[in-house]
T-cell receptor, first 111, second 116 residues
Framework: RKEVEQDPGPFNVPEGATVAFNCTYS??????FFWYRQDCRKEPKLLMS???SGNEDGRFTAQLNRASQYISLLIRDSKLSDSATYLC????????????FGAGTRLFVKA | DAGVIQSPRHEVTEMGQEVTLRCKPI?????LFWYRQTMMRGLELLIY????????DSGMPEDRFSAKMPNASFSTLKIQPSEPRDSAVYFC??????????????FGPGTRLTVT
């Protein structure tokens, strides 16, 4: 079983749609959680951190359920510019913070 | 700030040759990470350093791979000898050191390695 698993995708949605990404992690000692975004042939960049209380940044909402070891990302009113790969990331302390990336879910938003 | 700097951006080499990838982290960032990304395996953490000290190298695929961080502003990832299956994009990332939680990692543009 992979340490971080995501929906395989790709997701193809029209502009304005709401899309949800799911992610599960296997290590219950995981301490920090993130969503990164990666555009084609570019480096990953932080989209948002994920907190137990849930957090929102404009059209993006992230949720964490530690009991279920589950993370989600919701994008509302999707834009063409949201087309990218979304990576779920988990950090575990091993003398420093070891980060594990999920395989990513590709999103295509079409006009 | 210039961000994380990696060189070279592209490298094409023949099987058996030594390859050295270089990284300059963001000034003041004490954690440095090396990743490899392929279509088949996604983004894999190879090794990471805190304050120039390797903390976890369990992701290094085999003895052909080695990484060093001689000072806070420079790190290298070396492959010797290189093999075609090492072809991938290699990313370096840096972050501020976390005490109780992990912080955002800033990635360099990557080195696209092709081994023929």
């Amino acid at each position: 079983r992979k340490e971080v698993e995501q929906d395989p995708g790709p997701f193809n949605v029209p502009e304005g749609a709401t899309v949800a990404f799911n992610c599960t992690y296997s290590n219950s000692a995981s301490q920090s959680f993130f969503w990164y975004r990666q555009d084609c042939r570019k480096e990953p960049k932080l989209l948002m951190s994920v907190y137990s209380s849930g957090n929102e940044d404009g059209r993006f909402t992230a949720q964490l359920n530690r009991a279920s070891q589950y993370i989600s990302l919701l994008i509302r009113d999707s834009k063409l510019s949201d087309s990218a790969t979304y990576l779920c990331v988990v950090s575990v302390y091993t003398g420093g913070f070891k980060t594990i990336f999920g395989a990513g879910t590709r999103l295509f938003v079409k006009a | 700030d210039a961000g994380v700097i990696q060189s070279p951006r592209h490298e094409v080499t023949e099987m058996g040759q030594e390859v050295t990838l270089r990284c300059k982290p963001i000034s003041g960032h004490n954690s440095l990470f090396w990743y490899r990304q392929t279509m088949m395996r996604g983004l894999e953490l190879l090794i990471y350093f805190n304050n120039n000290v390797p903390i976890d190298d369990s992701g290094m695929p085999e003895d052909r791979f080695s990484a060093k961080m001689p000072n806070a502003s420079f790190s290298t990832l070396k492959i010797q000898p290189s093999e075609p299956r090492d072809s991938a994009v290699y990313f370096c990332a840096s972050s501020e050191p976390g005490r109780t939680s992990s912080y955002e990692q800033y990635f360099g543009p990557g080195t696209r390695l092709t081994v023929t």
